[in-house]
């Protein structure tokens, strides 16, 4: 009886282990496909946290020593063009100078072109030569997959400055605020 009892539960529960026998394909690029999936959520929020700050604290600051909130998003943009140039092999865009004294519209037309610039820049990039060393700063290199954990890292700092300022100014930052 036991044995009919075991063969019965054998039988009855094998499709449920089936799924996890079944093997799952490996991702095709899985590197430079993050980095495209990180781009996408990251630029919406950059964008924003620069909507979101009124034009008039553009220029605050939390300490005479940090970078003003203009500032931060002309950073932004610089660091966008110039990693996702170098990632792709494009060369960076010609745009006009921007200066972080400039008014919010352009600042953040300037930060939408240099998301606009990645986007298009990384479309084709794939793991084939993640390895491949690429000169970042007078003589310091770098692989092209290290400047892509570069530049994701950056996504990230760079959000984390937008919230505090935002915060400091009684604003919520983007992620925060309640889905409507």
Known sequence: ???MLLAICVVALSPLGAPAQ?????????ISNYTRKILDS?????LAAADEMPADKYSFH???????????????????????SKIS???APTAEKLSDTDPKDKLVGGLKASFDFCTSALAKVDDSNLGEVLPLF???TVSRGGMMVMLTDDFYDHYSMAAIYLRLNGLLPPTAKKEK
Do not use: W, Y
Request: proline content about 11%.
């Open 62 to 84: 939390p300490t005479p020593e940090q970078m003003t909130f203009g500032h931060m998003i002309l950073h932004i943009a610089s660091t966008n063009n110039f990693l996702c």
């Open 42 to 46: 990251q630029s919406k929020n950059l």
């Open 138 to 140: 007078g003589t310091r």
């Open 1 to 3: 009886m036991k044995r």
């Open 22 to 30: 079944q093997a799952v394909a490996p991702e095709t690029n899985p």
């Open 89 to 91: 092999g494009m060369p």
